[in-house]
Nanobody
């Protein structure tokens, strides 16, 4: 069973940077997968940020291009989200999620989710 644990959230001033991590376990060896980052602010719908597959092919939601970078370290089974030039409107709970093979973007269904990590950006 795939399990995901996010970390790295916290409070930062506008213009600052943060790197989120997502530790993954339970992936069957050799199985195709896709992982993504999402966020949800209070009172708002969850929105996709970026996705990456086993072959390091990444995709970004149009509104997230430029300040967010998704990456992974397969040896450490860890997914990352580097965020820069943060704005107060980036404040949200950030989640990582996993799905099987097939199309890998944030518009797909992801059956497995982490518990989320809070990011707060102050002005």
């Amino acid at each position: 069973q795939v399990q995901l644990v996010e970390s790295g959230g916290g409070s930062v001033q506008a213009g600052g940077s943060l790197r989120l991590s997502c530790s993954a376990s339970g992936f069957p060896a050799g199985r195709l997968y896709c992982m993504g980052w999402f966020r949800q602010a209070p009172g708002q719908e969850r929105e996709g940020i970026a996705s990456i597959d086993r072959y390091d092919r990444s995709k970004y939601a149009d509104s997230m291009k430029g300040r967010f970078t998704i990456s992974q370290d397969a040896a450490k089974n860890t997914l990352y989200l580097q965020m820069s030039s943060l704005k107060p409107e980036d404040s949200a709970v950030y989640y990582c999620a996993a799905r099987g093979g097939g199309v890998c973007d944030t518009n797909q269904y992801y059956p497995t989710w982490g518990q989320g990590t809070q990011v707060t950006v102050s002005s």
